[in-house]
């Protein structure tokens, strides 16, 4: 699945990443029976403000890079609003005008709450207009509307108007995971929906579907001045987090692969394709950072990080572009080198970077089929043996 570009009100990502698995990943993943119920239900206006208000439909969170509140469950993920005022204008015209509009799609947390994850700009717009200002505090007083509604704020509606807009309806299809497959079920149904507004993108996804401790440790390792440098400016689509989180999954995979680099590729566990269910899996597997030792990952991903940067300013980037199969590569071989206190040297480091610049069979392997497994494996191997200062040829 092709992701849409941006709307022209929405921020677009500052920097550029070439990632070819994102193509296809949300339709690999397959569907397991029996992990998603779902019931269509219809909300009247009011009740959706009474209940955001409340806390009991949760809008998530996504632009996770200022440290207040990083310790509640919801406020650190909300992402930057991407309707401009004129547009929440005319979604609010349009309800008061009595014209339908778009359903929402809801998940059912496990603590009964539902999560928007279709419907969050409708939803951030109906409650900022009830509330009577805009996110930022400025009033929200309608402009380019119908002129028997310009000038007016919630508080500001006749009784008439009011009613109408309080019992008007707006349907939802409410969906309930199913244990332990049910939120990777979620990730690929939402992937195959289009309701036509901002589409999430695929770690906007996965961090509201498996948001906790582990979400939160990605977010500060985001933070790292030399990932900050060697990355450019935040991603406004969580990018960076996700590269983030290939690195550490992919870890994982190179700590078990590089026991025998000669075993044949579809008997290797390691890594199960596609990716975005890799990942998904292991965000469900760490949610809460069990069994995770993260001192000791965390100075690894930083010491990467320094090397990096240290040995070329653009070392993630293979071309003039970051390619999201070279960057989990090179940074998940060097935390291992790090873990295993191999550490390579400066020089070490730059000469195999253009080494793997060089390798024509290296080029294959994160520009060709990034996701399938021999790829996947066969850019760990060559990354893994440059950083050691081992001859690729």
């Known amino acids: 699945m092709t992701l849409p570009e941006p709307l022209a009100d929405e921020a677009p990502d500052q920097t550029s990443v070439i990632d070819e698995s994102t193509t296809d990943d949300a339709t690999l993943i ?21 209940r955001l208000n409340d806390g009991d439909i949760v809008i998530p969170r996504y632009d996770a890079d200022d440290e207040e509140d990083l310790d509640t469950e919801i406020d650190p993920f909300q992402r930057a609003n991407v309707w401009t005022p004129a547009r929440m204008e005319t979604f609010i015209e349009t309800l008061l005008l009595g014209w339908p509009v778009p359903s929402i799609f809801l998940v059912v947390e496990s603590d009964e709450r539902y999560l928007v994850l279709d419907g969050q700009q409708r939803l951030t717009a109906l409650q900022c207009f009830y509330r009577g200002e805009y996110r930022n505090g ?23 108007e ?46 509201a579907l498996y948001m906790g401790p582990a979400t939160d440790w990605i977010r500060r390792l985001n933070k790292n001045a030399d990932w900050r440098a060697l990355f450019g400016k935040k991603s406004a689509r969580l990018k960076d987090h996700e590269l983030i989180l290939r690195s550490l999954a992919l870890r994982e995979s190179l700590a078990r692969m590089r026991q025998d680099w000669d075993v044949d590729s579809t008997q290797f566990d ?80 730059e000469s195999a970077l253009s080494a793997l610049r060089s390798s024509p069979q290296y080029r294959d392997a994160i520009t060709r089929s990034t996701s399938h497994r021999d790829s996947v494996r066969e850019r760990l191997r060559l990354a893994y043996l440059a950083m050691k200062g081992d001859d690729l040829a």
Not at 141 to 152: F, I
């Open 138 to 160: 400025k009033e929200f007083k309608l402009q380019n509307v119908a002129r028997h509604l310009k000038g007016k704020t919630y508080a500001d509606l006749s009784r008439p």
């Open 270 to 349: 390691g890594y199960t394709p596609p990716m975005a269910g890799f990942l998904n899996n292991y965000l469900g597997d760490n949610r809460k950072l069990q069994n995770v030792d993260t001192e000791s990952l965390g100075a690894a991903f930083a010491e990467a990080c320094n090397l990096l940067y240290s040995a070329d300013d653009r070392a993630l980037r293979y071309t003039t572009s970051l390619n999201a199969a070279h960057v989990d590569a090179v940074v998940a071989s060097l935390m291992q080198l790090c873990l295993d206190n191999a550490s390579p040297s400066i020089d070490t480091v």
């Open 30 to 50: 397959e569907l397991p029976d029996s992990t998603l119920d779902y019931f269509g239900a219809d909300f009247d206006m009011a009740g959706l403000v009474r």
């Open 162 to 207: 009011k009613r109408r807009l309080d019992n008007m309806f707006i349907q939802a299809t409410v969906v309930q995971p199913r244990g332990k497959d049910g939120p990777q079920s979620v990730y690929s149904l939402f992937g195959r929906l289009n309701s036509g507004g901002v589409a999430l993108a695929a770690q906007e996804v996965r961090v």
